[in-house]
């Protein structure tokens, strides 16, 4: 019986350790995303993506005591046509990809807050903006010059409380026209 006790509470640790909770907050602080300007296409098959993020900021005697800057996490990263049907993908919606720097590891543990003596500079900051190049297949997608949809969900503002919390997600739609290098 105890060790059906001690497997039962060690999966339930685990578990909680991986849990993800986002609220939705697009816009609403200042998150910045433009596909017209945030994505262009390269040579070598590549598409370059740039995200514009929110500031750090410290909330002393508030709960997160401070927040980190930049985007965090990023999902659900796919290309489509017109009528919405898929053209390409680069992170799927089931998977969430830590970017700029962070990592599960060196984002804000709430518990650190508690000590009453702890200094917010000390966290790791990504880059306010970030750019990433990924390679897709332009076999999937249209002639050049043809309209496209992108699709992106931003996280930003994640700290560590029994599971992983960002205070801000942003999901992003838009169209832009498919212009790769000649």
């Not at 990023?74 to 009528?83: A, E, G, P, Q």
């Not at 049907?85 to 709430?110: A, F, Q």
């Not at 003596?117 to 050049?144: E, H, I, M, V």
Request: hydrophobic share 30%; proline share 4%.
């Amino acid at each position: 019986m105890k060790y059906m006790v001690f497997i039962i509470v060690s999966f339930l640790i685990f578990f909680k350790t991986f849990a993800f909770k986002a609220f939705d907050q697009c816009g609403r602080d200042g998150t910045n995303f433009d596909a017209t300007s945030g994505i262009k296409f390269l040579s070598n098959h590549q598409v370059e993506l740039l995200l514009t993020g929110l500031d750090s900021k410290e909330n002393p005697g508030n709960f997160p005591c401070c927040v980190q800057q930049g985007p965090m996490i990023i999902s659900n990263y796919t290309f489509f046509n017109r009528d919405h049907s898929h053209i390409y993908t680069i992170i799927p919606e089931h998977k969430r990809l830590w970017v700029n720097g962070y990592t599960r590891t060196d984002i804000l543990n709430v518990n650190d807050c508690s000590s009453g003596n702890f200094d917010c500079n000390s966290l790791y900051q990504g880059s306010n903006s970030y750019t990433r190049a990924d390679n897709y297949d332009p076999k999937k997608f249209f002639q050049p010059g043809e309209n496209i949809g992108v699709g992106i969900t931003i996280y930003s503002h994640c700290f560590h409380h029994l599971e992983t919390v960002c205070l801000t997600t942003c999901g992003y739609t838009g169209g832009l026209v498919y212009t790769p290098p000649q």
